[in-house]
């Protein structure tokens, strides 16, 4: 069992793919804390005690009902007080909330820009103290997987918000990784796709997304959860500050952008050389249209 009496956090761990993680967690060995708020895809209140339903019929876990942006302090102390630490952050929680830029709203934005970054933030904020402290005490360091999306990277349409926070958890992945770093504590970035309540939900707006629809709802989460639980042990003691996908069967690393070509500004700027390396405006679901790997 790859991860033996180690205690892991999971938000949004109550359901679709946070709950698929929590439970390979447990089945290597692991203790853990779950945090969710049992919202709808959204963010509106739903099922408030969830965490605290799935909680009851998994052994060695335990519930935290709450937002994450809030609650976070208080599932590093339960972690603490019921399994002695934390070694294992997922920063999985997200709701989304779209609307194309010219029609969007100052309440969806902060609403979801705080589900998705500011509660990995503060969750990362009250955990990572305990993290290097437990290292210096000769404690095996431990791991954080933030779950992001490939709208955070290609981008698609309406998804402002949720592409925005995304885009920022990646950035915030580099750079916990460098600040943590000397405690050999490590932090990578997961794009997952699988059939959730979100993929579910999706509505096709053209033939193209129906196609995506069909083919997404046959990935299972646990494909998702074994890469994080990889990236959780041991055996990934040398992976840090990288972003991967996975999708069913397949594991992907992504680029992350460096400069790649440059020309110098004289009199006249001319961008013309930089062109063969431009990206190609496409969405995500145009990028992953072939057929998923089960
Ligand atoms: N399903 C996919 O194919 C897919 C694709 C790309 C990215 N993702 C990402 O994977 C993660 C899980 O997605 P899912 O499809 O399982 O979603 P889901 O809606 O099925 O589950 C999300 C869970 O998080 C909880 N939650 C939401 N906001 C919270 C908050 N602020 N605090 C605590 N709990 C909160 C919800 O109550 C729910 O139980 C998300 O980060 C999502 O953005 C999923």
């Known amino acids: ?57 998994l052994e060695r876990t335990a519930a935290v009902c709450g937002d994450i942006a809030d609650a976070a302090p208080t599932a590093v102390e339960v972690a ?13 929680a997200a ?18 820009i705080r589900s998705n970054l500011t509660g990995a933030q503060r969750l990362l904020a009250a955990a990572t103290p305990l993290m290097r402290e437990q290292a210096k005490n000769g404690r095996a360091p431990g791991a954080i997987v933030n779950i992001v999306s490939t709208a955070g990277i290609y981008g698609n349409f309406g998804q402002g918000a949720y592409g925005a926070a995304k885009a920022g958890l990646i950035g915030l992945t580099r750079v916990v990784a ?20 979100v993929t579910e939900s999706i509505k096709p707006a053209n033939d193209a997304q129906a196609a995506y629809k069909a083919k997404a709802l046959r990935v299972p989460a646990r494909s998702v959860a074994r890469l994080v639980c990889h990236l959780a042990s041991e055996r990934a003691a040398h992976v840090s500050g990288q972003l991967f996908g996975v999708r069913g069967r397949e594991v992907f690393v992504f680029s992350q952008p460096r400069p790649v070509q440059r020309v110098l500004q004289g009199d006249q700027l001319d961008l013309q050389p930089l062109e063969a390396h431009f990206a190609d405006l496409v969405t995500d679901l145009e990028a992953f249209s072939a057929d998923p790997i089960l």
């Open 80 to 92: 603490q007080k019921r399994f002695g630490s934390v070694d294992i952050v997922v920063n999985n």
């Open 1 to 57: 069992m790859d991860l033996q009496d180690r205690v892991a956090i999971v938000s949004g761990g109550a359901r679709g793919i946070g709950l698929a993680i929590v439970e390979e967690f447990i089945a290597q060995g692991a203790s853990v804390v779950i945090v969710d708020s049992g919202v709808s895809i959204g963010g509106e209140p739903e099922q408030p005690r969830l965490a605290e339903e799935v909680s009851s019929r």
């Open 178 to 197: 460098h600040d943590l770093a000397r405690s050999r504590i490590r932090c990578n970035a997961v794009a997952p796709f699988a059939a959730t309540r």
């Open 95 to 112: 709701i989304i909330r779209d609307a194309f830029i010219f029609k969007s709203d100052a309440a969806s934005w902060d609403a979801v």
